[in-house]
């Protein structure tokens, strides 16, 4: 009596469990599929939006065209993955919405990484730093920000290099350099390559863009202060972020990255090269 | 076992074993004897000790956040410097009073804080007032005077679908309750309430095609509960945002032609001063005025339209101004320009405007990093680290000699 009366009993409490361990494996059976990265196999192309008025990352061509190191990124991922790249010009301040609401495969802008966002979206490892730093003369025999005795750092008035001098100097009980500002980053560059200062603390952006225009600076690592561009990508895009990062990964030590810095900013000088 | 505790007729006497032990010259043994008591009273002292003890851990643990500190005082040469502080979303009692001590260092005497309808009457009738409770004395305690703006509707107050900025005319009334709540509690703290936010957008306005006649009608409403509640306090009515809107965009309506709306409505008896909104976007703060551009001095035309209309003995409170220096955002302008701007900006409202009580800046400082073209719009960073404009309001605030240390112009 009793055996008949625990069978179905035994039958149900298995059969539930394993209905309940099935809904529980479902996400990680799901785990694999990623519903952007099968889209854009089964279409051949990936979108990607950006705003094409930061100039060297995303800009307009005199033809209209969007040119610029992050639609070359954009293409090299592309191209990696064998399928077609399509820019979509998007501003600013919505890339990353257009992202979440799946306008497009990916936003890569010179974006940077927000916490805030990460149940929202996902996030690269980083492909270029803008953080600020310190740079000198070519010639300059000086290595970091402490070897900047006597002499003085420019900056821009107001700028993130303003804000990391003045912080340098609050932090530290005998000023470890004099700060002189000036009303423009041109102004600031100007006084390192007359002499007036020996060092400049400058966005990257802004310093490697003067290196492309030919000034005889030397960029020392790391950066005082670190922004890195990522790109950005939709929340359920596991694969795709996983081929991102793969991707920019080798593209970092196989000297792509270099090469497309190269080509936007010119040659990178460094603390060490300059030795 | 136990003793008779009491005098009356039916104590009863001490048995034998009991005898034995009062008798017992052990001193021991006399504690034995009354240790019933005793162990009663000792362990009613040591519950009531415990008790005291819990309580004071509770008292310790739940203590009004940090003590505020004795009253101070804005140190400043220009008592019309202001900054609007964006705290509706900051949680932590400490980042408040921060903030609050940063803007007093700074040296602006008032702040423009946002205070939602919506999360501090979740339910009819049902206050919640621990957070504005928290701003408003951090803000007292550090001298400044605070410029309150109210809006944004509870979901019961208005119709399903519509947004939280949609204000029925049916609950006019109901908004009015809710202000005159807040102005009777804040009462000698704050005296200063704006009534709404840019009600000349439709996005402000609910996503309706805006109308400053139906704005009027809400202040002919809920004037008179301010009024009432707190006889003290200044309605500040407008927060009209600068905007070249075309006559019949469905976005908004351009500014000066919305305040010429309120008169013609009879605005005119429900506001006690004009709160304006003014960015400078790329032009300096010396461009002058043009009805067809939205510039710093356009709040010139603003006042000229109070003049046409009677009211040139009302003042003017700028509740939002700036520049901003995004690298990026096609309205910045470069760090230093955005300081230069700003100061002399601070310069023109004490110098060349008698009729503008106060200039506030947006904004002083988000919770979080906005991760767009607003974060260049701050003057400390959200780990509240001073960006230079603050440095540099602080000495113009403190009366150094700012032209001197200003880099010469390219």
Redesign the interface.
């Known amino acids: 009596m009793a055996r008949t009366a625990l069978r179905p009993g035994v039958l149900l409490l298995v059969g539930l469990t394993l209905a309940l361990g099935l809904l529980g494996a479902l996400p990680w059976l799901r785990l694999g599929s990623d519903p952007v990265w099968g889209r854009i196999q089964a279409g051949g192309r990936w979108r990607v939006g950006m705003d094409p008025s930061f100039p060297p990352f995303e800009f307009l061509d005199a033809s209209g065209q969007m040119v610029g190191l992050d639609v070359d990124l954009a293409q090299a991922l592309g191209q990696a993955w064998g399928v077609e790249t399509e820019l979509v010009a998007i501003g600013f301040d919505s890339l990353v919405d257009a992202v979440e609401a799946h306008r497009v495969d990916a936003a890569l802008s010179g974006l940077t990484f927000d916490p805030r966002r990460t149940r929202d979206v996902r996030h690269s490892i980083p492909y270029f730093d803008a953080g600020i730093r310190l740079a000198v003369a070519a010639d300059s025999p000086i290595q970091a920000l402490s070897e900047i005795a006597d002499g003085c750092v420019a900056v821009e008035w107001g700028s993130g290099g303003d804000a990391v001098a003045r912080r340098l100097l609050r932090q530290s009980e005998t000023p470890p350099f004099q700060v002189q500002a000036f009303p423009s980053p041109e102004a600031a560059l100007e006084a390192l390559a007359t002499g007036v200062c020996v060092g400049v603390l400058m966005d990257t952006v802004s310093l490697r863009l003067a290196q492309a225009e030919g000034a005889p600076i030397r960029l020392l690592d790391p950066p005082l202060e670190s922004e890195p561009y990522v790109v950005v990508l939709p929340l359920e895009a596991r694969t795709l972020q996983a081929e991102v990062d793969r991707l920019l990964e080798r593209f970092g030590q196989d000297g792509t990255l270099a090469r497309l810095e190269a080509r936007w900013f010119g040659a990178f000088v460094d603390g060490l090269s300059g030795d | 076992m136990h003793r008779a505790l009491g005098k009356g007729p039916f104590r009863r006497g001490p048995s034998v074993e009991e005898k034995a032990r009062d008798e017992s010259p052990d001193p021991v043994g006399v504690d034995v004897v009354r240790s019933p008591q005793w162990s009663r009273r000792y362990r009613a002292l040591g519950g009531l000790a415990l008790a005291s003890l819990f309580l004071a851990g509770l008292l310790w643990l739940y203590r009004p956040e940090d003590a505020l500190g004795p009253g101070r005082t804005v140190r400043t040469v220009n008592p019309k410097m202001g900054v609007h502080t964006r705290l509706t979303d900051e949680v932590e009692p400490w980042k408040i009073r921060r903030t609050m001590a940063m803007v007093r260092e700074m040296g602006a005497p008032w702040i423009v804080e946002y205070f939602p309808w919506a999360y501090y009457e979740p339910s009819p009738g049902r206050y919640l007032w621990d957070h504005p409770d928290l701003v408003i004395q951090a803000a007292v305690r550090e001298g400044l005077t605070v410029i309150a703006r109210l809006g944004m509707v509870p979901e019961w107050a208005r119709p399903q679908g519509t947004s939280e900025l949609y204000l029925d005319p049916e609950r006019y009334e109901e908004f009015g309750r809710f202000a005159a709540a807040f102005a009777r509690r804040y009462r000698g703290q704050v005296n200063y309430v704006i009534l709404w936010n840019e009600p000349n957008l439709s996005l402000e306005w609910g996503w309706r095609p805006v109308d400053p006649g139906e704005y009027t009608a809400m202040l002919r409403v809920v004037y008179p509960m301010l009024k009432e509640a707190n006889p003290e306090v200044q309605v500040l009515a407008g927060a009209l945002a600068p905007t070249l809107a075309p006559p019949g965009s469905e976005w908004g309506m351009n500014d000066l032609d919305y305040l010429q709306g309120m008169y013609d409505a009879g605005a005119a008896p429900y506001f006690d001063l004009l709160a304006v909104h003014v960015y400078g976007w790329r032009f300096g703060p010396d461009e002058p005025p043009d009805p067809q551009v939205v510039n710093f001095r356009r709040v010139e035309l603003l006042r000229e339209v109070m003049e046409r209309n009677g009211d040139r003995d009302k003042e003017v409170a700028i509740t939002e101004a700036g520049w901003n220096?995004h690298?990026?955002?096609?309205r910045a302008v470069?760090?230093?320009e955005?300081?230069r701007y700003t100061l002399r900006a601070y310069e023109i409202a004490r110098t060349e405007w008698p009729w503008v009580r106060s200039l506030s800046m947006w904004v002083f400082r988000f919770p979080?990093?906005q991760?767009?073209?607003q974060d260049f719009y701050t003057f400390v960073d959200t780990d509240f680290?001073?960006?230079?404009?603050y440095?540099?309001v602080q000495r113009y605030a403190r009366g150094e000699d700012i032209d001197g240390a200003?880099?010469?112009?390219?």
Request: glycine share 4%; hydrophobic share 20%; aromatic share 14%.
């Open positions: 220096d690298p990026r955002w096609t470069r760090p230093g955005r300081i979080w990093d991760k767009s073209y680290e001073p960006k230079p404009i440095l540099e200003w880099p010469e112009q390219p």
